[in-house]
């Protein structure tokens, strides 16, 4: 929780350094004592990983993440803390995703659908076709697609934004070739698959599922030598109306309240695994740095409101709804600290 001392650090010297008050650098260094001596991060993100799990945008595990950051604020002290309400449509509820090879054998296959993306309306058999690798990100969709699953090798790090472009794009593409499913090679190893809804949010074109590695390069070697069938069931739907999530708020009311700073981090996540990287340890983080400013009864120069939000992954759809609620606040925000480091390598704070 290297990260939350210099939040800290920072949270404290900023406004000082601005002012005419000093650093009080006995105050900063019990807030980093405290914090490496009596942090909660860890078991509230075992309790939020290992209780809840994965939490998708409208989905209960989502409610129940909103409840638990609730009621460990108000459990702080944060009689302020609260839920702030928006809607987003469509929603959508995660199925079970299925895949096996047929012809011209029998073999489970991994898979897992992405999301925002539709369901099949029970089994479907298809043959396999194969983009192959995509190098350039416009490939010439042949007209032998339609009816078909297609291994499309995206040959990404999954960091890009042209990526993500580039996928939404043939996606669109083999719809309207008429092909039954798009085929994502994952890019993880051991049979490890990938989800997202990043550009397919409110609605994808067609299935799109993460293949493993590993097995579509078993699919591969089996079209070299003929015909190559494959029963998918995606069991996806959509909710085509309004649905309610909810952000979470609180104050550390400062001495001088005209100004705010703002801490955040997201609370949803994807649920194949428990989203500790992304982004539970980033909510961990600011509740923490919650609790610890609350519990030494430290009262900063201007407000810091920690703000929770859900929606992130599929189009930032919290963060947004809090920016058209707080509209008339905006002037006086200060700064913003978000934490949410994503599924890779935590490598420090950048501001
Ligand atoms: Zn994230």
Redesign the pocket.
């Known amino acids: 929780m290297r990260s939350l001392v210099i939040a800290f650090t920072i949270l404290f010297s900023i406004p000082s350094t601005a002012q005419t008050n000093p650093i009080d650098p006995e105050t900063v260094a019990r807030i980093v004592g405290y914090s490496l001596t009596r942090s909660g991060a860890s078991d509230f993100l075992e309790s939020l990983t290992d209780t809840i799990g994965g939490r998708i945008t409208g989905s209960k595990e989502s409610q129940a993440t909103a409840n638990l950051i609730l009621k460990t604020l108000k459990g702080a002290g944060f009689s302020n803390a609260h839920f702030e309400e928006y809607q987003f449509e469509p929603g959508w509820q995660k199925g079970i995703t299925t895949g096996e090879l047929v012809a011209p054998t029998h073999r489970t296959l991994f898979v897992g659908t992405y999301g925002w993306v539709p369901g099949t309306q029970g089994p479907i058999e298809v043959p396999v076709m194969d983009l192959g690798p995509i190098d350039n990100g416009h490939p010439t969709i042949p007209a032998e697609v339609r009816g078909a699953a297609v291994l499309v090798d995206l040959r990404s790090n999954a960091l890009s934004t042209t990526y993500v472009a580039t996928r939404m794009r043939i996606s669109q593409q083999l719809a309207q070739a008429g092909a039954a499913a798009m085929l994502i090679v994952s890019d993880k190893p051991d049979r490890m698959l990938y989800t997202s809804a990043f550009l397919f949010y409110p609605r994808g074109a067609l299935h799109v599922l993460s293949i493993a590695n590993e097995d579509a390069a078993l699919l591969r070697r089996l079209r070299v030598k003929g015909e190559v069938k494959i029963k998918l069931d995606v069991q996806n739907s959509f909710i085509d109306h309004a649905v309610t999530e909810r952000n979470v708020v609180a104050d550390l009311e400062g001495s001088d309240p005209s100004q705010t700073v703002l801490l955040t981090a997201?609370f949803d996540?994807w649920d194949p695994a428990q989203g500790a990287n992304?982004?539970g340890a980033?909510v961990a983080v600011v509740l923490d740095a919650a609790r610890i400013l609350k519990s030494m009864g430290l009262k900063p120069r201007h407000t810091i409101r920690f703000a929770f939000f859900s929606g992130?992954?599929q189009s930032d759809l919290g963060s947004k709804a809090y920016v058209e609620q707080h509209k008339s606040e905006l002037d006086n925000l200060w700064a913003v600290i978000n934490t949410?480091?994503?599924?890779q390598t935590p490598l420090g704070l950048q501001l």
């Open positions: 997201h996540s992304d982004n980033g992130e992954e949410d480091h994503g599924a």
